[in-house]
């Protein structure tokens, strides 16, 4: 089976890399497009080193752009790739405007998509993340989810059974994976902080950060928590842009450039409480049950909630400094791992790909 993966933007990486490393070993030919939406050194080659990835095959270096322009972009620069592949199948993942993009072009030239983590819902349709997932799960052939609300998602939208396969979080794989390297990191100490006594902060959402009333009333919040606990912010590039328009900034947190994947992992793993507007962190802290406020109205991963340590705060500044307080002062929640969130997803999704590949093949 030749299996050709999709990466473009950091949330991606650490997706792919464990399927790369099982389909190597199980010995099905492999290749990899990198289709350049995230190019900054710390925000994509950074994680191509901690996560041993091989270099991409190919590299469209498609760049920052409105969502219509990076969107055809992608599309442009894949169709002839793909074509002069001619994979058995394509893997996209996540949400990002290349996942969509990829699908598209597939869909389109009939070359099989199995999209991994399948179902996920908002119901936001401002996000434009939910119309990235609503288009590709429409189209892709093969939807392999992350957990049971997924599954019912995809079922509430009529989609077939035979097209849906719960495989677990893949992104665990990658914690799991590189978690004896993330307990050396001196990631912590390098940043002044003592394990355990700090929190970390991440913000990237337009929501969020492009509206300079929002960040600066959740820069507030920031503020006054970060009196409390040390507060440690890798900044987004579309974030740092934007700080300057915001009295007060982020005066009193520690803001660095962003991490790499290990040293960030590291960072999380040892703080106390994590305040973010990221999906992937509110399953990161659900797996290593440190307490999580989510500063978004609303999640497509409500698991992290109803089995996590997950809650949702919203912008508004005083239910953000209310809902940090009482992480602070709440014991740890000794919850149990959500299920098939340990470490070996990729090799379902790969059994999920040779069986698929087998048999006969609903569109
Ligand atoms: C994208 C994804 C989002 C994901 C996020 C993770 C979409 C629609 N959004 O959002 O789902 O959570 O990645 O980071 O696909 N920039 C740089 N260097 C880079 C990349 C971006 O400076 O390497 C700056 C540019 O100013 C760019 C801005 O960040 O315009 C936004 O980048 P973009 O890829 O459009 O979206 P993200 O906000 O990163």
Redesign the pocket.
């Known amino acids: 089976m030749h299996v050709l993966s999709v990466v473009g933007?950091?949330?991606n990486f650490m997706k792919v890399a464990p399927l790369l490393h099982r389909l190597a070993a199980r010995g099905h030919a492999s290749s990899l497009v990198h289709t350049g939406?995230?190019?900054?050194a710390n925000?994509?080659d950074a994680f191509f080193r901690d996560l041993g990835m091989p270099e991409p095959d190919h590299h469209l270096g498609v760049g920052?752009g409105s969502?219509a322009q990076?969107t055809a972009k992608v599309m442009a620069a894949f169709e002839p790739i793909v074509q002069e592949r001619s994979p058995d199948v394509v893997v996209v993942v996540g949400?990002?405007?290349s996942t969509l993009a990829c699908t598209l072009v597939c869909s389109k030239l009939l070359i099989p998509v199995a999209h991994v983590e399948a179902g996920l819902r908002s119901r936001d349709r401002e996000m434009?993340?939910e119309i990235?997932r609503l288009v590709t799960d429409c189209l892709a052939d093969l939807l392999l989810t992350p957990s049971p609300d997924a599954d019912e998602n995809l079922r509430a939208e009529g989609v077939a059974e035979e097209r849906i396969v719960h495989v677990g979080n893949i992104m665990i794989d990658s914690l799991v994976a590189q978690l004896p390297r993330a307990r050396s990191s001196d990631v912590v100490t390098r940043l002044g902080q003592r394990p355990g006594e700090y929190g970390v902060v991440t913000l990237?959402r337009?929501s969020n950060v492009d509206d300079p009333e929002v960040l600066g009333g959740v820069l507030d919040a920031l503020r006054d928590i970060a009196r409390e606990v040390p507060l440690v912010f890798p900044c987004?590039?579309?974030t740092r842009?934007r700080l300057a328009e915001v009295p007060g900034g982020a005066d009193g947190l520690l803001l660095t450039d962003p991490l790499g994947y290990v040293d960030f992992m590291a960072l999380v793993a040892d703080s106390k409480i994590v305040l973010t507007d990221?999906?992937g962190l509110q399953e990161e802290t659900t797996w290593h049950r440190i307490p999580c406020v989510t500063i978004r109205e609303n999640t497509e991963r409500p698991i992290t909630i109803t089995e996590g340590s997950n809650v949702l705060a919203g912008t508004d500044p005083d239910q953000i400094r209310t809902l940090a307080a009482q992480a602070l002062k709440t014991p740890r929640d000794e919850h149990p791992t959500p299920a098939l969130w340990d470490g070996k997803t990729a090799d379902r999704i790969i059994d999920a790909l040779e069986a698929w590949s087998e048999g006969p093949r609903p569109r």
Request: charged share 25%; aromatic share 4%; glycine share 4%.
């Open positions: 933007a950091r949330p939406q995230h190019y900054d925000m994509s920052s969502h990076q949400d990002v405007n434009p993340e990235n990237h337009p987004h590039p579309r842009e990221s999906g």
